[in-house]
């Protein structure tokens, strides 16, 4: 469970078909500035491994600002075809974060 205090990090590996690499490299770096655009982000950043797959690391505000992000139409149109773009299942992990972020109001405490 999340608080406003705790921040929500999110960090994914995904491995894209290599007939789709360059695509899902695409779409996925057309995300980058907008996300960190969006209310409640507070970190989004996509490195690629040399074995090929990508890594997401986000850092939300609260789930709730998460859930808009991954409610917005480019975003869904993505998410719902996975299948189509990863070779499997991606690997992902959602956590609250301990250590308290810049600037938050846990940060003085």
Not at 30 to 39: A, C, D, G, K, L
């Amino acid at each position: 469970m999340t608080t406003p205090h705790k921040p929500l990090s999110l960090y994914a590996f995904l491995r894209p078909r290599p007939e789709r690499a360059d695509e899902v490299r695409r779409i996925l770096t057309s995300f980058v500035e907008p996300t960190r655009q969006e209310e409640g982000n507070l970190q989004y950043h996509l490195h690629e491994h040399e074995d090929g797959r990508f890594f997401l690391y986000e850092v939300w505000r609260s789930q709730e600002d998460l859930d808009r992000h991954n409610a917005l139409p480019h975003l869904r149109a993505f998410l719902d075809h996975l299948p189509d773009y990863l070779e499997g299942s991606p690997e992902g992990y959602f956590d609250t974060m301990l250590s308290p972020y810049p600037g938050s109001a846990a940060e003085g405490s």
